[in-house]
């Protein structure tokens, strides 16, 4: 049974910071990328930030670049989301997503990319 489980979320003011986790059990990860995503209330979901398994590319949406850093621990099944300097704009549910199988394991921006899902984690950002 594939489960991705993220976790990390919280309230922090504005300027502060979160490592968001994801843990992901039931695949090979290998085969893998994996992407954080976001979705704001009353907005549609969003691609914050992904990396491939096997290759270790990354790729972070405009909005986050240099202030998010996204890492893996494949011997802990653990994709990290280190999240610096946040702003308002920032609140959210967060969630993990795998992409990879009959997909190559690479970065994809799109929601419909990815196979499995989180089922996400609050942050909340207040000035």
């Known amino acids: 049974q594939v489960q991705l489980v993220e976790s990390g979320g919280g309230s922090v003011q504005s300027g502060g910071s979160l490592r968001l986790e994801c843990v992901v059990s039931?695949?090979?990860?290998?085969?893998?990328?994996i992407g954080w995503f976001r979705q704001a209330p009353g907005k549609g979901r969003e691609g914050v930030s992904c990396v491939s398994m096997r290759y270790g590319n990354t790729w972070y949406a405009g909005s986050v670049k240099g202030r998010f850093t996204i890492s893996r621990d494949s011997a802990k099944n653990t994709v990290y989301l280190q999240m610096n300097n946040l702003t308002l704009e920032d609140t959210a549910v967060y969630y993990c997503a795998a992409r990879g199988g009959n997909d190559p394991p690479v970065c994809s921006t799109q929601r419909s990319g990815y196979t499995y899902w989180g089922q996400g984690t609050q942050v909340t950002v207040s000035s």
């Open positions: 039931g695949l090979i990860l290998e085969w893998y990328a």
